[in-house]
């Protein structure tokens, strides 16, 4: 499985960002997808993720702000994003994409930076 992110940048607070993550190659048995984020200094942690079955998960500092949604672009392809709405500067950091496989296989996207300004 192959990750692709876009969509990030630098916006001043309260401002909104939206990141894209296209999959392709083995993507069948894709169980959940998501978001991460890694700040300088911390550990990696979960933003937000949603199951095959629609189901979604947020971490308490991002709820009401971002939506996690997918997309089945095909049967080769497909994609999830993530809308962020009222940036605030703590939300800075490099962002990953993560699918999960067969309930075991993680897949990382390279990283993509967000910076939030005060």
């Known amino acids: 499985v192959q990750l692709v992110e876009s969509g990030g940048g630098l916006v001043q607070a309260g401002g909104s960002l939206r990141l894209s993550c296209a999959a392709s190659?083995?993507?069948?048995?894709?169980?959940?997808m998501g978001w991460y984020r890694q700040a300088p200094g911390n550990q990696r942690e979960l933003v937000a993720t949603i199951t095959n079955s629609g189901n979604t998960n947020y971490a308490d500092s991002v709820k009401g702000r971002f939506t996690v949604s997918r997309e089945n672009a095909n049967n080769t392809k497909m994609m999830v994003y993530l809308q962020m709405n009222s940036l605030e500067p703590e939300d800075t950091a490099v962002y990953y994409c993560n699918f999960l496989r067969l309930r075991q296989y993680q897949y990382w996207g390279q990283g993509i930076q967000v910076t939030v300004s005060s």
């Open positions: 190659g083995s993507i069948f048995s894709i169980n959940r």
